[in-house]
């Protein structure tokens, strides 16, 4: 191969008072090409970030708007497990103390064992979720307890909800799961909850205790927004 030299083949600033040297507009026209070369990158870096961007708001409204029809069925199922409990607990206790913790406990576990799946058999036909062009396909659960001794003093998963643990509704805590279909994709949706549950007053206790048959269906609770503890809804796609 021949080699040039530099100085026969590029004349320096230097020695071109009259414009741009070669060197010199090589220089701008790798420069240009360069910057040109960014702006496409960086274009096609904030379309793809914005698009994606977009993405990511559109999944997390659409799991905000799901939770907010899923959180109905919460609270109703909560006030549904937690009035039955009375009856179930009154007929096999006496002392009132030891009912009202019993019935908090058993509520607990309701809810866990039965009432989430509950809440997906609901989900399944609700119109709702159709609005949202949104297909059920399972709900899920993991279940937690607050340990309070003092090397843990935070929630701890469990694989089998134990409720020696629960001493307030504030001690148990579930993250419920619900995965769905939209036109493109399977994503997960999930949410954790505590509860606010008052314990049951001598008062509902006596009513029960009058009426163990449950003839008169005595409903002791209303549930409402103000008994959920709720984190935000957070997703995995696939």
């Not at 030299?5 to 008072?17: A, D, F, H, V």
């Not at 904030?46 to 799901?66: D, M």
């Not at 643990?165 to 805590?173: L, P, T, Y």
């Amino acid at each position: 191969m021949k080699h040039s030299k530099l100085k026969e083949s590029i004349k320096y600033l230097s020695e071109n008072k009259d414009g741009l040297c070669s060197i010199q507009v090589i220089i701008v026209i790798m420069a240009s090409l360069l910057f040109f070369n960014y702006i496409l990158e960086s274009t096609a870096i904030s379309v793809k970030t914005i698009s994606r961007r977009q993405q990511v708001i559109q999944e997390r409204l659409l799991g905000e708007n799901l939770f907010q029809i899923i959180d109905l069925y919460v609270i109703k199922e909560l006030e549904d497990t937690y009035n039955k409990a009375g009856y179930e607990v009154v007929k096999v206790n006496s002392d009132n103390e030891i009912i009202k913790l019993k019935i908090l406990r058993y509520s607990c576990f309701e809810f866990w064992s039965k009432g989430v799946n509950n809440i997906g058999k609901e989900i399944s036909k609700s119109k709702l979720i159709k609005d949202l062009d949104l297909k059920y396909k399972e709900i899920g659960k993991i279940i937690y307890t607050y340990d309070d001794s003092s090397e843990k003093e935070y929630f701890t998963m469990q694989n089998y909800l134990n409720t020696k643990n629960i001493f307030s509704s504030e001690d148990f805590g579930i993250t419920i799961k619900v995965t769905v279909y939209t036109e493109d994709d399977i994503i997960s949706y999930s949410k954790d909850y505590i509860f606010i549950i008052p314990f049951y007053t001598d008062e509902n206790i006596s009513k029960i205790k009058a009426d163990k048959d449950g003839k008169l269906n005595i409903k002791s609770f209303e549930f409402d927004e103000t008994n959920i503890v709720s984190s935000e809804v957070y997703y995995e796609q696939y």
